[in-house]
């Protein structure tokens, strides 16, 4: 069947970058785009009305975690002022053996939530870089009924993470099981690769550089390479982890990735903000942007988040005009690859003092392009006869939006993910006029409040200090619950 997406501004791909028409035509049939550009006459079978909306490329999220919110919404407001550039490790860390796993039901509920939170918000390839664990016949069924088009696999590592009686961080070795998880990401990629009618695809996930062994990345990237699927890990995410790395192996973290081959133009490094030369790591030597230019990482660049805990990439600019292939990612909530746009424009331009910095074109492009590279796809995160119609329809035309010139500078000026109307995802349309054709929203979201409340509930017992959620992260003003 040939769909005609008519009148709208279409973002079409020109073999090189980019190019915007007016009043333009995307026809896709079945699975594949058959035109991007110009106002089309063929004959079509049916037909989307797009006046007043930019007729997109999908957005390629390059940092989402299918996990419960739980950490994620401690984080937003992390209040504990001795590990304030530790990241995820100053509010998840639980006390050992405290810390009860989800129930399948509450994993299935909150993998949902994810999965349909972002594409909503403009997100149609999902990198899943690791989250709740367990039943992954229900994962890749639920990848294959929602339409969404997902990497991941088990994330892996050897060394986890608890806090002592007293609030220190401590990481307890265990080779064994950091084989066992990446032996069950191996047989994940072998079992599901290419399932979901092709939608859904094997990555390894190192979970983070300094939680896996030297012998486990290897083991990793080796296993990455024999499937021939790509792999990601955190690096230069947080100040603790760069002092480890140092410690442990006199050398910065890209360096040290570099140096043991686990770096290539199939990796994608989550973060890659605590590098030689970044002022905070008092490490004003070596050159890390370079390093991961000439080896062809991939950067996954998750501005908002940083900017929450005071800290940015320095700077999207500088790693841009390096070479470095940058991606963009939501990380924490909101999944909103939209706004993303505009943090990392605008953090962009404040981290180097220049207004130059951080152009339209750049962040659009890293939204884009800048994930196909370490996943090797030349057909998504583009517009073009033979690439895959993952399509977004974004509304710029009402009251709450603006006047505009140009409608991609609007979008990154102005537009969220809420101002995304149409989401199609390997020609099946999944969003229609801001609602999801394949399930019941308001049951989607009540399931994965439900799970996300109860898993709030349980923090007090595996919290060192037993601490709930409210004393973690005092509300804005005296708040007075109804009970
Ligand atoms: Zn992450």
């Not at 896709?28 to 110009?38: L, M, T």
């Not at 399509?391 to 709450?400: A, E, K, P, S, T």
Request: aromatic fraction near 8%; glycine fraction near 10%; hydrophobic fraction near 40%.
């Amino acid at each position: 069947m040939r769909t005609h997406i008519e009148g709208g501004w279409v973002v079409a791909f020109n073999g090189k970058g980019h190019e915007v028409y007016e009043a333009g035509s995307v026809v896709f049939e079945d699975d594949r785009i058959v035109h991007a550009g110009p106002a089309y006459s063929g004959p079509t079978d049916t037909r989307i009305a797009a006046h007043g909306k930019l007729v997109s490329p999908g957005f390629i999220n390059t940092h989402v975690h299918t996990a419960g919110n739980a950490g994620d919404y401690l984080l937003l407001d992390m209040a504990r002022n001795d590990y304030r550039t530790s990241n995820y490790m100053s509010f998840a860390a639980p006390l050992r053996g405290k810390l009860t796993p989800p129930s399948s039901q509450a994993v299935a509920a909150i993998r949902a939530f994810v999965f349909l939170h972002a594409l909503k918000n403009g997100t149609t390839t999902i990198i899943d870089v690791g989250g709740l664990r367990g039943d992954w016949d229900g994962y890749a069924r639920l990848v294959d009924e929602l339409g969404v088009r997902v990497y991941g696999s088990p994330p892996f590592r050897d060394r986890d993470t608890f806090m002592d009686a007293r609030g220190r961080l401590t990481y307890d070795e265990d080779v064994a099981i950091g084989r066992e998880r990446l032996q069950e990401a191996i047989g994940f990629v072998k079992r599901f690769d290419k399932t979901a009618g092709g939608r859904l695809r094997g990555m390894l996930n190192a979970a983070q550089v300094e939680t896996c062994t030297e012998r486990l990345l290897r083991e990793g990237r080796d296993a990455a390479r024999e499937l021939d699927v790509p792999i990601h890990t955190h690096a230069g995410g947080n100040l603790i982890e760069f002092q480890r790395i140092m410690g442990e192996y006199r050398t910065t973290p890209i360096r040290f990735l570099a140096d043991i081959g686990f770096l290539d133009d199939r990796t994608l490094i989550g973060h890659g903000v605590f590098r030689a030369g970044h002022p905070w790591t008092g490490h004003p030597f070596g050159d890390d942007i370079r390093v991961m230019a000439e080896r062809g990482a991939t950067l996954g660049h998750c501005p908002y988040k940083y900017a929450k805990m005071a800290m940015t990439l320095q700077s999207f600019q500088r790693y841009l005009d390096a070479g470095v292939t940058i991606s963009l990612g939501t990380d924490t909530f909101p999944l909103d690859i939209v706004s993303e746009l505009r943090w990392a424009s605008i953090l962009a331009k404040t981290t180097d003092g220049n207004y130059q910095a951080g152009q339209h074109r750049d962040v659009f492009n890293a939204a884009t392009l800048g994930g196909c590279r370490f996943i090797r796809r030349d057909d998504l995160g583009r517009l073009t006869p033979g690439a895959k119609a993952d399509i977004l329809l974004i509304d710029l035309d009402h009251i709450g939006s603006g006047m505009y010139v140009d409608p991609i500078k609007a979008l990154v000026d102005a537009a969220s993910g809420r101002d995304v109307r149409t989401v199609i995802v390997d020609g099946t349309v999944l969003v229609d006029d801001g609602r999801l054709t394949r399930v019941d929203e308001a049951e989607i979201y009540a399931k994965a409040r439900e799970a996300t409340r109860h898993s709030w509930s349980n923090v007090p017992g595996w919290r060192w200090d037993g601490a709930g959620v409210e004393q973690i992260i005092p509300p804005a003003f005296p708040l007075h619950r109804a009970h």
